[in-house]
Every structure is written in C-alpha cells, then in structure tokens.
C-alpha cells in the first residue's frame, strides 16, 4: 500500500468518524431538548405525591408579593429624585479663601420634582483634604440658604474655615434635607457635589 492510499485512507476514517460524532451530538441534543420541553414537567405529579409541590405553594403564597417585592426594590436600589440641578461650570471660589473670610459662588435651579421641597436645611458642610481627611466646616452663621426656583440663578455663600485647617487644595460639599418633598421616604439627606477649594494662609 503506498504513502497516498494510507493518507487516503487516514482522512476518510476522520471524514467518517467525523460524521457519526456529528450526528451523535444531535441525537442527545435532541433528546434533552425533548425531555426539557415535553417530558421533564410532566412528572411533577411525582412530587406533588411525596408533598414536596404542596410545601412549595404554601411557600410562595406566604413570602412572595410581586408588587411589594418590586416596590421594596426600587425604594433600595434606585436614587433619590434630583431636588437641584447644580450648574457645575459657575462653581469658583470668589478670592483668597482664608480662615478670616472665604467666599464661594454657586449656581443651580429646582428640578420639577424639587418645586415641592420648600426651603432646604443645612444638614452639614464637609471640607476633604486631597489625602482623604474630612473636617466639619460651617457656613457663617448670619447667612440663610437660598431657595432656588426653576430658572438658574447664581448666588454666593460664606464659608467658615477652621484654622486647623492647613494651607492647601481641598473641596467641598454641603448636604441638605427638604422637609417638604411628596416623594417616598422623604425627607431624604441629599448632597451638593464636590467644589474645588483652596484655602490661603491668612
């Protein structure tokens, strides 16, 4: 037998082994598919006799409501409705920001959903350092929070600086709550973003 016959002979064994694999594959693809589809629910009746299909039922009548379920979802997972939208290009401090006086000018507008929301409450003022450390600052105490409406206005708050507070680049955010919102699970603590700040030496 020469070298071409053996090679011929090789490739149509491979052709051959080829084509029974193939349809091997099929046959059990068809068979589970088969089972899966037709077959395999119609011996729940098998356990519903063993009990298993009745404890089930029971199960699901008690834990699961698809509303509540839902509901209790979109309360956990989903964020609060926006109250401002801030305009993040007018954010700039307004001068040298010391511990004697530091200004900072602001800019946003009520989202309709925040028409509703009333004056906000300054919950706190947070400064943090560029290494991650957090110090509590105020606004000065004679200034009250403006009311923004739906056209954008700009305006300007005084920030209190502590003088433990060394020289160098921070930001900051102020957090405020609504105690008028109609939403669920108002009222709700919400955050202005992050300003960029740099604080002088006196």
Known sequence: MSMNDSARRGADITVQLGKLLGAVSLIVTLAVSSWAQFFGPGFWWLTGMQGLEDRLSDRIDEKFD??????????????????????????????????????????????????SCGKPKIVRVELRATDGRMFDIAFDPGWMPVELRRMPVTFSVP????????????????????????????????????????????
């Open 159 to 202: 920030l209190v600086i502590p003088s433990f507070a060394p020289p160098s680049a921070y930001t900051w955010r102020s957090l405020q709550m609504y105690e008028t919102c109609s939403g669920v699970g108002e009222p709700i603590v919400r955050n202005s973003p992050w300003w960029p700040l740099r604080i002088d030496k006196s």
């Open 66 to 115: 698809p509303m509540a379920s839902d509901v209790a979802f979109i309360l956990q997972n989903m964020p609060a409705p926006k109250v401002v939208d801030w305009d993040e290009s007018v954010g700039r401090q307004a001068g040298d920001c010391t511990v004697e006086h530091c200004e900072y000018i602001l800019g946003g507008s009520r989202t309709p959903y925040g028409e």
